[in-house]
Nanobody, 120 residues
Framework: QVTVAEFGGGSVQPGGSLRLSCTTS??????????MGWSRQAPGKEREMVAR???????EYADSVKGRFTISREKSLSTVYLEMNDLKDEDTAVYFC????????????WGQGTQVIVSS
């Protein structure tokens, strides 16, 4: 069973940037069969999709982060990144990384999450 772990959360002022990393225990070959993504959950709200990247590198973003966030994957490191720019107060949440084996949601593995706080 592949595990995933998030790094890079923290506190930042509005307009600032953060880069989240999601490392997996998968080999490069196994990592290649996973669609990867980031979701977030703010206090009192449901978890929502932020960005995802397919095995082929196709990306999809929530409307709220388009133009500000960029998801990427580095197969040699079995790692996914989320570059977050122009952060807003409403981006404050716990950010979770996940991996979908063969792109199947029912085979999803979640990380433990990393806190992002945007506040002046």
């Amino acid at each position: 069973q592949v595990t995933v772990a998030e790094f890079g959360g923290g506190s930042v002022q509005p307009g600032g940037s953060l880069r989240l990393s999601c490392t997996t225990s998968a080999s490069e070959r196994v990592f290649g069969i996973y669609d990867m993504g980031w979701s977030r959950q703010a206090p009192g709200k449901e978890r929502e999709m932020v960005a995802r990247i397919s095995q082929r590198g196709d990306t999809e973003y929530a409307d709220s982060v388009k133009g500000r966030f960029t998801i990427s994957r580095e197969k040699s490191l079995s790692t996914v990144y989320l570059e977050m720019n122009d952060l807003k107060d409403e981006d404050t949440a716990v950010y979770f990384c996940y991996g979908d084996r063969y792109g199947r949601r029912e085979l999803r593995t979640w990380g433990q999450g990393t806190q992002v706080i945007v506040s002046s």
